[in-house]
């Protein structure tokens, strides 16, 4: 199975499954001297962590180990080795699906490529094996800190419940991330009429990048913004990315949707901070499509391994939506490309000093 890797300079290998001992990431190309505990990493996993109000019932502690690349407190420039083990796991919830495909889940997929597939909560193909990302977009956090970039993410949209940004210091302040306090509420109250009902929702997560510096990304092949929606679009409940106007600016005037350039930057910011591949010293804005969770308590139709038709009602420990806990997982895929591109032999002005 390849494709565990993310990154060319800045490189991140995750590993682990649902229900195996433990998952984690071997980060590769990381700057020395930079200043890493496991305490900066936990607080990123808190955010995305199980068992809390309006998650899953799965109680992970989720608890870091740094193995490797730290000594004295600072990066070293060798791999970095990070470890999250699995407490709380209950296969025994699995094993009547294990011979029957799940709807909306990788089940049927992953078998007709590799001739397998892991049936303890999906192996590999669970949103469990985010926690790794999460864990290593924390360490991308600190190089880029030093950088002065820095990479924020909230709810703007929970099922039917749509909101603008109205105070990003809200993000922390309530279960569902949203930097609107009063969308917040509404959110937090359409996920519990979810549960009761016993199905799912989606919503859009949005990302901003602030203090990127002009000049990170390629203009063909290698755009900042086709590698951001790439990164984004490799977790496995979003099926959507849009760059500042996004979807927008198809009925937008184009001299409404130009960014005018001005002393200071530009006058807007249309383009979400991208231009030719390239980025404009402008703040990165990326909105993200969640899916709902394909576990839902409702009765569904699907087929068994030999073709045989039935139905099946997900039961065990599922969320009601990815959202909350996707967020901190959209910021950190952010982040690791963002670290990534700093580390490339452009802009001409790098900031970066080994």
Known sequence: MA???FGRIFRVMT?????GPALGAVIDGCPPGIALSEADIQTDLERRRPGKKLTTARKEPDRVRILSGVFEGLTTGTPISLMIENTDVRSRDYEALKDLYRPGHADRTYEQKYGLRDWRGGGRSSGRETVA???AGAVARKFLAREGIHVRAGTIALGTVRCEPTDWQEVLNNPV????????????????EMKAGGDSIGGVVLVVASGCPAGLGEPVFDKLDARLASALMSIGAVKGVEIGAGFRAASMLGSLHNDPPTAQGYASNNAGGVLGGISTGMDLVVKVAVKPIPSVAVPQKTVTRDGSETTVRMEGRHDVSAIPRIVPVCEAMVLLTLADFMLHPYPYRLRYHP
Do not use: Q, T
């Open 177 to 192: 991330f949203c930097p609107n306090p009063e969308a917040a509420k509404a959110m937090e109250e359409h996920l519990k």
């Open 3 to 5: 494709g565990n890797s």
């Open 15 to 19: 590993w682990g499954e649902s229900h």
């Open 133 to 135: 990302r999460v864990a």
